[in-house]
């Protein structure tokens, strides 16, 4: 029997973190389309709606059932508004070890929100569903990304060199694909213990509180 994970919403002080609805292709596409997303991501470019609607109705339902991963948009608990996006992918069941990768909305950085998040997703794993470790791969000069491993207690493992493709513009406006390194972050149980408390005292955020 494949394990999967639960159809699943997460909250924290801040967020909701829940499955992906039609509602949201809209704000969706157009975080996928930003030149940020595009450069340190494998999402087509240009992102349509067509490819938001496909990813809410058959990729992502179908991650989760195959248990190889679990999608969740996340959104502002008082606005409802979209501000990211948290992934796990690449899911071994028998070691109890998934991949966690994050992406932010424009609109929404320097909130911690992609810290807040993947913190979240973290203390669920560990504490509900007994994951006993968490993966973040980051291209080598992806700091926003390396920024948000290190706030959520990742240890640097590593690095894969020559392992990431990541994209430029040319000077006539194309995406090209530039190969860099990934550097490899693992976070175990006891790494998460208290950091929840740090990030708060220092004017952060605080855990998750309950999930259904």
């Known amino acids: ?19 992906l609805e039609d509602e949201d292709i809209p704000a969706f596409t157009e975080m996928m389309n930003d030149e940020q997303v595009a450069a340190w991501t494998s999402v087509p470019q240009p992102f349509t709606e067509a490819a938001a609607r496909r990813w809410i109705d058959e990729y992502a339902p179908t991650e989760r059932t195959a248990g190889r ?11 409802q508004r979209l501000v990211g996006i948290i992934q796990l992918g690449n899911t071994n069941w028998h070691v109890r070890s998934t991949e966690l990768s994050y992406i932010t909305a424009p609109w929404a950085r320097g909130e911690g929100y992609a810290s807040e998040a993947a913190l979240a997703t973290a203390q669920w794993l560990f504490n509900d569903q007994k994951f006993e470790r968490l993966e973040v791969r980051t291209a080598a000069d992806n700091t926003a990304s390396q920024q948000v491993a290190q706030k959520i207690g990742c240890i640097s493992e590593g690095v894969l060199r020559g ?12 995406w090209e694909d530039l190969r860099t390194d990934f550097i490899v972050w693992g976070l175990l149980p006891e790494d998460i213990e208290g950091i929840a408390e740090q990030l708060a005292d220092t004017g952060g955020f605080t855990a998750y509180s309950d999930w259904n």
């Open 1 to 19: 029997m494949t394990n999967t994970f639960p159809d699943i919403s997460l909250n924290t002080e801040r967020l909701v973190l829940r499955p």
């Open 69 to 79: 991963g679990l999608d969740l948009v996340v959104v502002e608990f008082l606005t």
């Open 163 to 174: 392992a990431c493709i990541a994209r430029t513009r040319t000077e006539d406006g194309r």
